[in-house]
């Protein structure tokens, strides 16, 4: 049983350190990055299985169900884990990144 507590509205940092002692706990901390990222793309798949049958896309009717809330957190879970290995403050990685895309025109 884990004694580890998200902060109620934590902000991103909070969720990064989060994951980062989680991972301590379990025994990932030790993952590669390659590692880490294969798993990531295994819930992407499960993440598109949702999509392909809430988007009425043919798929196979004896499929396990999935639960699109657990699969987005099981996704958020992995972005932190690999910002964590590669020394990212995702938190400032976005507000850099925000700040670039507001200088780009959408078209």
Not at 2 to 17: G, R, V
Request: net charge negative.
């Amino acid at each position: 049983m884990s004694n580890l507590n998200l902060p109620y509205n934590p902000t991103l940092k909070d969720s990064q350190q989060y994951v980062d002692e989680l991972c301590k706990e379990r025994g990932f901390d030790k993952e590669t990055l390659t590692e880490a990222f294969v798993l990531f793309t295994e819930e992407v798949g499960e993440m598109a299985r949702i999509v392909r049958k809430t988007s009425g896309v043919k798929t196979d009717a004896t499929a396990k169900g999935l639960n699109a809330a657990d699969e987005l957190a099981d996704l958020l879970i992995y972005i932190l884990h690999m910002a964590n290995i590669l020394e990212v403050d995702l938190e400032e990685a976005f507000r850099q990144k925000e700040d670039k895309n507001k200088q780009r025109r959408w078209i």
